[in-house]
């Protein structure tokens, strides 16, 4: 089946600063989400993006499907924004989201 | 509010017990999915449905069974044959009519007394 990948495993920043999340996948997708799960374990859909670039506040993700991997940038973090970051993708014909190991963020004040 | 209701967020089960986890959504959503996670991981399938009186098996469908008899519900039973229950578990729906794409419920944290 389809393999994701997702980096860092870990990241540790302060607040205000940028981050950028990284997914590669192995195989063709129609379907790419990211969400946040929080310490209480809610996961948020963030977007859904198989192809193109998508902003949504200090939020931002970029996919080049072609080249099979996605990006979320975080732009002046806050402590709110700590959690793990997944990435979940489907391929052409499959119904069902592959879900990455995810990279857990945490923003110290 | 739309949305998607798991209950109970809690859950204690005794070795031996078939028990039965609530996914209740008034969002009108046709595909419904039922993941696992454990500690540190990210999540796995469990099963999904697309319409009513349908569903498949996911990647980790040993020692669990679902029924979708309404379009609003999708209940899971974690079984005595699932040897390893201790998980939090994870319901959500998703329709085709727009990309927002997957709604999740706030979960069952399940453990085995």
């Known amino acids: 089946g389809i393999q994701v990948e997702q980096s860092p495993p870990d990241l540790i920043l302060q607040e205000g600063a940028n981050s950028t999340l990284r997914c590669n996948f192995s195989?063709?997708?129609?379907?790419l989400q990211w969400f946040h799960q929080n310490p209480w374990g809610q996961l948020i859909n963030l977007f859904y993006?198989?192809?193109g670039t998508k902003q949504n506040g200090r939020l931002s993700a970029t996919t080049v499907a072609t080249e099979r991997y996605s990006l979320l940038y975080i732009s002046s973090s806050q402590t709110t924004d700590s959690g793990v970051y997944f990435c979940?993708?489907?391929?052409?014909?499959?119904?069902?989201?592959?879900f990455g190991q995810g990279t857990r963020l945490t923003i110290n004040p | 509010d739309g949305g998607i209701t798991q209950s109970p967020k809690y859950l204690f089960r005794k070795e031996g017990q078939n028990v039965t986890l609530s996914c209740e959504q008034n969002?009108?959503?046709?595909?419904m999915y039922w993941y696992r996670q454990d500690p540190g991981q990210g999540l796995r399938l469990i099963y999904y449905?697309?319409?009513?009186?349908?569903?498949q098996k996911g990647d980790i469908a040993e020692g669990y069974s679902v029924s979708r008899e309404k379009k609003e519900s999708f209940p899971l039973t974690v079984t005595s044959a699932q040897k390893n229950p201790t998980a939090f578990y994870l319901c959500?729906?998703?329709?085709?009519?727009?990309?927002?794409?997957?709604?999740f419920g706030s979960g069952t944290r399940l453990t085995v007394v």
């Open positions: 993006i198989p192809s």
């Open positions: 969002l009108n959503h046709d595909a």
């Open positions: 449905s697309q319409i009513v009186n349908d569903f």
């Open positions: 959500a729906s998703e329709t085709r009519l727009t990309n927002y794409g997957y709604t």
């Open positions: 979940a993708v489907a391929i052409q014909g499959a119904q069902k989201l592959v």
């Open positions: 195989d063709s997708v129609n379907n």
